[in-house]
């Protein structure tokens, strides 16, 4: 029986790391709070709430444009996840229906939706792609030394700085006009 496991600690691991990697490359925050605030816009004009022997039925006219509001966030929220190169669009779109929300759906869902998708919306718009980090050039410096496995043949343990290019010469062996 071999040492490692692929045990329940390694998958989790794995998928921890997969979903972190994922979750990194889009606003997911933007759109979680925006799918999460598009849930009470949309139900709570139909819930009954139950106070002791109370009943109010929250159902009003308005029901209709109260589910479309909360379908179309909920929507918007996916749509941040899963192609986030329309962020913007998203983003606008859930601040304008959540400004919509206040009159149409009892005050954006009694204004814990409206909050929600307001800040998503908000996050959406701010969110931006990282850069990539830029490449490493060694050599390019004469005190520079390259890691252990980009060290030139010959050089053990990178003191010797003959590897410096010499950037007077341009890729085809000719000289710049700056050298």
């Not at 794995?14 to 606003?27: H, I, K, M, Q, V």
């Not at 009954?48 to 109370?54: F, N, R, T, W």
């Not at 800040?119 to 890691?147: F, M, R």
């Amino acid at each position: 029986m071999s040492a490692e496991s692929s045990g329940p600690s390694r998958d989790f691991h794995y998928w921890r790391l997969r979903f972190r990697a994922w979750r990194g490359g889009r606003p997911f925050w933007a759109g979680l709070l925006t799918l999460v605030g598009g849930v009470p816009i949309a139900w709570l004009p139909y819930a009954e709430i139950k106070i002791g022997h109370l009943t109010m039925a929250m159902a009003t006219t308005a029901g209709a444009g109260s589910l479309i509001i909360g379908v179309l966030l909920v929507t918007l929220g996916l749509t941040m996840w899963y192609h986030h190169i329309v962020r913007i669009f998203a983003g606008v779109a859930s601040i304008l229906l959540a400004l919509v929300s206040i009159p149409v759906s009892n005050l954006g869902g009694f204004g814990v939706g409206f909050l929600l998708a307001l800040t998503g919306g908000a996050l959406s718009i701010s969110w931006a792609p990282a850069k990539p980090d830029a490449p490493v050039e060694y050599g390019t410096k004469t005190d520079e030394a390259p890691p252990v496995g980009d060290r030139p043949a010959g050089v053990a343990d990178g003191t010797d700085h003959t590897y410096a290019t010499d950037t007077s010469v341009d890729a085809n062996g000719g000289r710049n006009s700056a050298g």
